[in-house]
């Protein structure tokens, strides 16, 4: 699979939640400045709650904005034969009979692009998959915790 291809839209995916929570932060804001939302009395607390939705909308929009920074200047790595599972890593993984792929990313884990009609799941050095997987090498036998199960998965590629 081409990795830049695969970047890239993680990249535009990005861009695209960015821009709608930009709008979602910019509506919060708003509302929690509106003159409507000035408390009527000490139990009226609309415009409080209103500004702690736009507090936490700013974070997000910073952490998109981090990540969309740190895909942009991740380098695309070829990974061979003796190296490990690591930051721009795409990971192909078998499990009962079924290939799923993963790319490790520096952050957005949780982001699924589809590429050549598989879809990639980003994940983290930090995520329980992430820390399992991590120094890994193609070919290994591994049992993987997924939630509460532990599954035979065999790692079928690194690139």
């Given at each position: 699979m081409n990795k830049r291809a695969i970047i890239k839209k993680i990249i535009t995916k990005l861009a695209d939640e960015l821009?709608?929570?930009?709008?979602?932060?910019?509506?919060?804001r708003d509302e929690a400045t509106h003159e409507q939302n000035k408390p009527e009395n000490k139990y009226?607390?609309?415009?409080?709650?209103?500004?702690?939705?736009?507090?936490?909308?700013?974070?997000q929009l910073a952490e998109l904005d981090a990540a969309i920074v740190e895909f942009?200047?991740?380098?695309?790595?070829?990974?061979?034969?003796?190296?490990?599972?690591?930051?721009?890593?795409?990971?192909?993984?078998?499990?009962?009979?079924?290939t799923n792929f993963y790319f490790i990313g520096p952050r957005a884990g949780g982001t699924e692009v589809i590429h050549d009609k598989k879809e990639v799941l980003v994940i983290t050095p930090q995520s329980p998959l992430g820390e399992q997987l991590n120094g890994r090498k193609a070919g290994e036998q591994a049992k993987l915790k997924f939630g509460n199960e532990t599954r035979a998965t065999k790692i079928i590629s690194v690139e």
């Open positions: 821009e709608v929570h930009l709008r979602a932060a910019r509506y919060s009226d607390t609309r415009g409080l709650e209103a500004s702690y939705l736009a507090r936490g909308q700013s974070k942009e200047k991740l380098a695309v790595r070829k990974f061979g034969a003796d190296d490990g599972i690591a930051i721009g890593a795409l990971v192909a993984l078998e499990q009962f009979g079924e």
